[in-house]
């Protein structure tokens, strides 16, 4: 009444996996997502330094190019170019980012286990924290 399947099915199944497209490790996805976090903190980084050149910047983007080269097997990360017309009230927006992307660096170098990833992450959060206008000082919540 119905025919056979001739051909073999385009979805894999548990009993039949095959090797045919490429499938990463879990320390794989987490190195290119390390990865991704520091080169995006990087170029913010870079734009910081542009409107606000500090030696504490200098330090911290050749560290993040270090890392990010690490994690990408030796491949140096593309820089930001400083764009014209910026002005400082951008300052302020820009901390604020970095200090959300080193957040998020964090989270992965911990969960990967990467000390050095983390400990630059946790020392860039603290540098953005620093530069930002408010209170520095955790309240109770009650």
Known sequence: MYEPIRTKSVHSTMADTTADFPHRSREEELDIQLASHLAALLAVTDELRALAPSADLDTAADRLAGQVCRLRGGRTPA????????????????????????????????????????????????????????????????
């Open 79 to 142: 820089r930001a170019v400083a764009a014209g017309g910026r002005r400082e009230s951008q300052v302020m927006p820009l901390h604020r980012r970095a200090h959300a992307l080193a957040g998020r660096a964090l989270v992965v170098a911990a969960s990967r286990a990467d000390t050095a990833a983390a400990i630059l992450s946790a020392e860039r959060m603290d540098a953005h924290a620093a530069a930002l206008p408010g209170p520095r000082e955790l309240t109770a919540a009650g």
